[in-house]
């Protein structure tokens, strides 16, 4: 089913609700009468209508039909630049080979406590998620994994648990990226200062050494608890998750994070004593890169790129 498709029942949907054609309450017309106005399938009108279900603006009623449930229109436009900065973030993980088939997940807080935010659907692939796709997700609405669309569990627990007890953190990506990954599973679980890029991260990395199964109920209660102030949560035996108040800032994090990695496990590789910065000159680079923020002009520029190469990303 091409995404084209259903995003036009969405849209219909969405101008007649904006329209106030549609108030809230009403019932809309049947998925038979849609799919012949608008000469697309059944299961079509579904898909559109699962998602705006999920996003709490229609509500089915079982034998009775389908109403509005918000007057307030979204999918589309609501969260518009949100939505947008996430996709990006998917894509270009997906082109930095971060993802790990379709298991990861990432997420951007839309209120100010940061108990609803956006998250990716179950079962797509980093590489094809557009900004409509995302998911509006309440992590007080307990009928959530009960609804059409629900996320995936680990996803739903590991975000819902991270915003609800870190509202600085408003954006969070976790990934299983394989350098990070390597590092998860050393004994010593610590970024050394051997480089400007791993110094970077100089105390600034939680790490927790007690994985204790999928992210799940206690266990994603437990990681939400380990972050503090840090944009770097290395989940020992598991992956990494970065957390930052902006998708380019956290998106930035991650990217150099791997890097980071990718340097520590290629210099352990080598069998050599590895040559530590000390303490005063790790700090201060650690600072230098806070004040150099580059985290804006880095995203910028990947969507520049994605803009060029894979536009549909903003759809
Ligand atoms: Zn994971």
């Known amino acids: 089913m091409s ?35 608008l000469n697309v399938s059944i299961g079509t009108v579904r898909k559109g209508i699962d998602k705006l279900e999920y996003n709490h603006i229609l509500s089915r009623h079982h034998g009775k039909g389908t109403c509005v449930k918000s007057n307030t229109p979204i999918v589309k436009n609501d969260f518009r630049n949100e939505r947008v900065d996430l996709a990006a973030a998917f894509r270009w993980a997906a082109r930095l080979n971060m993802h790990e088939a379709v298991a990861n997940h990432f997420s951007l807080a839309i209120n100010e406590s940061g108990s609803q935010f956006l998250l990716n659907p179950i079962g797509m692939h980093f590489s ?43 954006c969070i990506l ?46 994603a209660e437990r990681l939400s608890t380990l972050l503090g102030e840090n944009p770097v949560l290395l989940m020992g035996n598991h992956g990494v998750l970065t957390a930052a108040k902006t998708v380019a ?38 600072q230098q890169w806070q ?11 990947l969507k520049r790129i994605l803009d060029k190469e894979e536009p549909d990303y903003k759809n």
């Open 3 to 37: 995404q084209k498709l259903y995003q036009n029942v969405i849209d219909h949907i969405n101008d007649k609700i904006a329209s106030e054609e549609y108030k809230t309450g009403d019932f809309i017309p049947s998925e038979s009468q849609l799919s012949r106005l």
């Open 174 to 219: 976790h990934v299983h990226p394989k350098y990070a990954t390597i590092l998860s599973s050393l004994d010593d679980k610590e970024m050394k200062p051997i480089d400007q890029n791993t110094m970077r991260f100089y105390e600034r990395v939680s790490i927790d050494k007690e994985f204790s199964g999928m992210g799940l109920g206690k266990e």
């Open 249 to 286: 800032s956290a998106f930035d994090e991650l990217y150099y994070f791997e890097r980071s990695c990718q340097t520590l496990i290629g210099a352990y590789q080598t069998g050599k004593k590895l040559h530590l910065a000390s303490h005063k000159v790790a700090k201060k680079t650690a």
């Open 128 to 170: 094809e998620i557009c900004a409509s796709d995302l998911l509006v997700i309440d992590a007080n609405d307990k009928e959530t994994m009960s609804q059409p669309n629900a996320p995936d569990p680990t996803a739903w627990a590991i975000h819902s648990a991270l915003h609800r007890n870190n509202p600085q953190a408003r």
């Open 291 to 301: 004040d150099y923020d580059a985290s804006t002009i880095h995203f910028d520029a």
